[in-house]
């Protein structure tokens, strides 16, 4: 049964070569105005992605370079605004560190230099 | 095993400049209790980075910045630690005490210990010498309502801190340098005839 099923198919499916002027039949089956109107729009429509696809690429990466180097200057101004602020401050530590230096060497200075007390006056022999 | 050996090495040789660094660096505390109770706080902790930083601004034409410069190439730390009070001997004497047991460590010698009863001050400078130089200074000096500490690290050279006086106020304290006076002192003046 299922043999005959499967024979039967393939009598139906076997490659057929068509018949003469198969192609002839068809091409004049076509209607006359769609050849003529196609390549114009394929023609519009393939001008403009090709235009895009030629100038997007170089623009983008102009486009890139551009905000890279404004971003980069950006980021150095920053840079050297927090760097010139660290610095001053860092010298207004330096400074204020060797001012309170001098001072207590001062003080060692003057506690080295000061005159001895004079002895007390010897006292008188009531005698 | 020879490539560890190696590696070994090459970290102990990259580790002795660092600890030579850290000689004469005193320990100071934290003194948060202190802090809390002064009137004036100053702690400044300039090590290398921030010197480097602090030198490359520094005004030539301020002779207060100019004699600061000529300590920049030398030095390698400035920290200070300075409380002020309103009410005599706030500071427990345990604090200073902490910091002078750092400074009988070999190396350290005192240089000037003065002491005023009249004005109950306590001045004390050491300085640590290694090699024939001065590579660390110390001050702690203690009045009845300011306690400072100032450490100084760095090559220190004396006459260096001589220059700075009239800039900073720093006196001439007549500690030993080392090298020879310019010129000899002038012969004392003949005495007066009767």
Redesign the interface.
Known sequence: MSQDIENQLRRALRPVDPSAGFAERVMRALPESTPRAAPVVALRSAARPNLWRRLSTPAALAASLVVAVLLGQQAGRQQVER??R???A??A????????????????????N?PAPAPPPAEENPS | MKLRLALCAAALLCAVPALGQDRGLLKLPAFAGLEAKASESVQVNVDSKLLGLACRFLNSDDPEQAAAQKFCTSLTGVYVRQFTFDSDYAYPKSDIDGIRQQLLAPGWSQVVGARSRKENTDVNVFILVEGGKARSLAIIASEPREFTIVNVIGNIDLEQLHDLEGNFGVPRLGIETGKKPDKAPPPPPPPPKK
């Open positions: 760097e010139q660290a610095g001053l860092a010298r530590e330096l400074l204020q560190a060797l001012r309170i230096t001098s001072k207590k060497l001062d003080l060692a200075y003057q506690a080295v000061r």
